[in-house]
């Protein structure tokens, strides 16, 4: 098992920054990479960014594009996921997700072990 713990959601106003982080404990050797997702309210979850802890490309969805950056301290088995310009429509809660078994790094269904997830709000 890996337990997957948020921080660092909270409120800001448009055009803001914020830093949520993930970190991961238990069988955290069993995880090749790392994701990003978020869920608005009456939205469906949608991809935001993922990484691979062995390093290499990240990966991010267009609307975030250009804006976030995704980063990982391998040391402190944790993800970081760097927000800045946020929009209004960037409010949403927030999951942090590690893949085990394979698939793309931008299907949900992918990822075995998720976190319960940071409240970002942004307002305009």
């Known amino acids: 098992q890996v337990q997957l713990v948020e921080s660092g959601g909270g409120l800001v106003q448009a055009g803001g920054s914020l830093r949520l982080s993930c970190a991961a404990s238990?069988?955290?050797?069993?995880?090749?990479?790392m994701g990003w997702f978020r869920q608005a309210p009456g939205k469906e979850r949608e991809f935001v960014a993922a990484?691979?802890?062995?390093?290499?490309?990240?990966y991010y969805a267009d609307s975030v594009k250009g804006r976030f950056t995704i980063s990982r301290d391998n040391a402190k088995n944790t993800v970081y996921l760097q927000m800045n310009s946020l929009k209004p429509e960037d409010t949403a809660v927030y999951y942090c997700?590690?893949?085990?078994?394979?698939?793309?790094?931008?299907?949900?269904?992918?990822?075995?072990?998720w976190g319960q997830g940071t409240q970002v709000t942004v307002s305009s």
């Open positions: 238990g069988r955290t050797f069993s995880s090749d990479a």
């Open positions: 997700a590690a893949r085990a078994r394979g698939g793309s790094l931008r299907y949900g269904e992918s990822y075995d072990y």
């Open positions: 990484s691979r802890w062995s390093g290499g490309s990240s």
